[in-house]
């Protein structure tokens, strides 16, 4: 068994409300990872993570397990929480072993009142963390009003690193404003990169000039480049953002599908670049 340094590891819970899809993205993680062989649902009764007699029949998580993926020379150590009041002890026990949380929204609901609670709870821990907007293959799904609901409610450290390219059945991937790349399922249920379609090319590089304002603040020599006006190289902005997360200035957007398998990979990518080791 491979062994692993503490820099090389993140442990990183999974919090939201109940239903915002958490336990499936989890479960796209460790199957993309090949954690497993399989991509279990937990609407099929299916869940690895979901594995109690009683998880299945509810259809919701319990309790807190854990779901090692190995991506990239790291092992991110999954938390997956319930997201029901009922079992609230099991998240708050789960946020004082970690070292990072990412807050799971759904695309179509957005902001919940087991948000602001989850929210509440990774604050009182001043965990590092990211969110991610999940569902946006679903019915009603707005990534810009969930954008809106989020800085509305817990401020303007929050800045989207994602856009997505389409929503609810015209979903068909995401656009990564620091790779500055795009990524499309394709019809064989699998994501591939490409570039910027060019009816949102305007609006990425938009939305990239207002990140990198945001994150360069955290590195004085970057801050100095970009506003001398010098184009930044994506490990610059990389590591730019890296540092604006784990000190808590920044807290990164993203967005894709579980169900899709749409931005499961730069999630997996993010939790290693951006969350704290041990």
């Not at 919090?15 to 993680?29: C, F």
């Not at 009683?54 to 997201?83: F, L, Q």
């Not at 919940?112 to 963390?129: A, M, R």
């Amino acid at each position: 068994m491979k062994q692993y340094t503490s820099e090389q590891l993140r442990n990183v819970a999974f919090v939201a409300h109940g239903g915002a899809g958490k336990t499936s993205l989890a479960e796209s993680m460790l199957f993309l990872t090949k954690g497993t062989n399989r991509l279990g649902r937990v609407d099929d009764g299916t869940s690895i993570l979901d594995h109690d007699p009683e998880e299945v029949r509810r259809g919701i998580s319990i309790s807190a397990t854990v779901g090692p993926c190995v991506w990239k020379d790291h092992k991110i150590n999954v938390v997956d929480t319930p997201g029901y009041f009922d079992f609230v002890g099991e998240v708050k026990s789960a946020l004082r072993i970690v070292d990072g949380a990412v807050v799971v929204v759904c695309g179509s609901s957005g902001v919940e009142v087991g948000t602001e609670k989850v929210w509440d709870y990774v604050n009182e821990k001043q965990l590092p963390s990211l969110v991610f907007v999940n569902k946006m293959d679903r019915e009603n799904a707005d990534f810009g009003k969930v954008v809106g609901q989020l800085k509305e409610h817990f401020g303007n450290k929050l800045i989207p690193i994602h856009l997505p390219i389409g929503a609810g059945e015209s979903f068909q991937g995401i656009i990564d404003l620091i790779t500055m790349k795009a990524y499309l399922a394709n019809d064989k249920g699998q994501v591939e990169e490409g570039p910027i379609p060019a009816n949102l090319q305007d609006e990425a590089d938009s939305q990239r000039e207002a990140l990198i304002d945001v994150v360069a603040v955290g590195d004085e020599e970057i801050m100095m480049k970009s506003l001398e006006g010098e184009t930044l190289t994506q490990e610059e902005v990389e590591h730019s953002l890296g540092l604006a997360t784990k000190s808590g200035d920044v807290i990164p957007i993203l967005c894709g599908s579980a169900a899709k398998m749409v931005g499961i990979n730069l999630l997996l990518d993010y939790c290693t670049q951006c969350l704290p080791s041990p």
